[in-house]
């Protein structure tokens, strides 16, 4: 699919995102090993998210979607910690290392073997990250060349360990905390700086035995999760692309209601605010363990800066739109420390240069980052998506700056975490 982009001259209105990709999963993962039905509003719509129903469907999750109040409200048919079933079929986690990852933690304690993939990107996605510490715990898993996709888990007893994590990584953080729901003893996870924590906080919300101090997380095997309603937060992931089209039109003013501003995820709010954003929180609230609030944002002249060390970790998924907006702003940016975006659904490192470079703007490539200067205009172009969610949506908000309509090729990739965008 080839989506055409005019220019904008400006963004107005009050717009709402998808439930938070990230909390999605893990309530729907949590909830189908936890005692009872959950009923979850707000669920992500993203494909990713539907590719962890799907999975736990295999297993013998049952769910179901209704409309409460204009609403979709899933439930979940929580089967207990001991009673998923083996999967007739390779479970098939299509574009969502989310998935295959987090999910492989809860795999490695069954008492069955499961194999599982997912589509051409994912199956060039490094898993020896999550092979490594589930090894450690007492499980057997193959893979192809050792470290890809598809997956072979062979389940089984599991003990606790302590894993101090060696890139930071919420994903491998939660697939080593859902193996020790099942461990004997208590599973203790450091990580070397802080990353998203909704795994932890679902834990404590569906009554697992768990501490949380800052870059520690203790959890004691064996007690069981509690069924509950549980409320998902817009995505702030995915906000970020409206924040950054209202920055860089004129005249902009957009409110974006029911943003989740959990702390670890807010680091984006923090940059965009030291480089001279406009962006005001109107009112927060908690549900469920997490900050939900709505944020106003105008057209703003951005500075620009330097993103490195723990800030990049923080906020690596928006990178791609920061790139963009690096390009407009006054001194340019330079992002640092993110060797891992070579690893993401795209080597977004390339994908982001490629389609600058296209949109005539100068960038430079490092192993681990982009130099972008500043004061650059986007030309008319031809976008290539990739077949990656955040680069089809961050490009698709710089034509909205371009001196001219531009194309987005493939831009379907969007309906990986934002069918509506
Ligand atoms: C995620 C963690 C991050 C992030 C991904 C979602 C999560 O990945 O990039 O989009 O939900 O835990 P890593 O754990 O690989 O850093």
């Known amino acids: 699919m080839i989506e055409e982009i005019s220019p904008s001259r400006g963004v107005h209105g009050v717009v709402s995102v998808p439930g938070d990709k990230s909390i999605s999963h893990r309530y729907a993962m949590l909830t189908s090993i936890a005692e009872g039905d959950s009923h979850i509003r707000n669920f992500s719509t993203g494909a990713d998210c539907h590719s962890t129903l799907a999975c736990m469907g295999q297993l013998g999750v049952k769910h179901s979607f209704a409309d409460e109040d204009g609403v979709q409200t899933l439930t979940v048919h929580g089967l207990g910690m001991h009673a998923l079933k083996a999967a007739a079929d390779t479970l098939d986690a299509g574009n969502s290392g989310s998935t295959i990852r987090m999910l492989s933690g809860i795999l490695a304690a069954q008492p069955f073997t499961t194999s599982l993939t997912g589509d051409e990107s994912l199956v060039k996605r490094p898993m020896k990250r999550i092979m490594a510490p589930l090894a450690q715990m007492g499980a057997r898993i193959e893979a ?184 407009v702003s006054q001194q340019g940016l330079i992002v640092r420390d993110a060797a891992e975006l070579r690893v993401k659904e795209t080597d977004r490192i390339e994908t982001i240069a490629s389609n600058l470079r296209a949109m005539g703007v100068s960038v430079t490539t490092l192993v681990d980052g982009l130099e972008i200067p500043g004061g650059q205009t986007f030309k008319p172009a031809e976008i290539q998506s990739y077949g990656d969610h955040r680069i089809a949506m961050a490009f698709s908000v710089a034509a909205l700056a371009a001196q001219g309509a531009c194309h987005i090729h493939d831009a379907k990739a969007a309906s990986v975490s934002f069918p509506e965008f």
């Open 144 to 327: 192809t060349d050792g470290q890809f996709p598809p997956l072979t888990i062979h389940g089984g007893p599991l003990k606790a360990i302590h894993y101090k994590l060696p890139v930071a990584s919420a994903q491998v953080k939660s697939c080593v905390l859902l193996a020790g729901l099942y461990a004997d003893g208590e599973t203790v996870v450091e990580e070397p700086v802080v990353t998203r924590d909704h795994t932890e906080i679902a834990l404590r919300e569906l009554g697992a035995d768990i501490t949380l101090t800052p870059r520690l997380v203790k959890l004691s095997g064996g007690a069981p999760l509690k069924a509950r309603d549980l409320i998902v937060p817009g995505d702030i992931s995915s906000a970020a692309f409206f924040l950054v089209a209202a920055l860089i039109t004129p005249d902009s003013d957009l409110t974006i209601r029911n943003v989740g501003l959990n702390p670890t995820r807010t680091a984006l709010l923090d940059v965009l605010g030291m480089m001279g954003a406009q962006i005001k929180l109107l009112h927060v609230e908690e549900a469920n363990g997490e900050l939900i609030g709505n944020l106003q944002v105008k057209s703003s002249r951005i500075k620009g800066g330097v993103i490195e060390g723990a800030t990049t970790a923080a906020l690596i998924d928006e990178i791609p739109i920061l790139s963009v907006l690096g390009a």
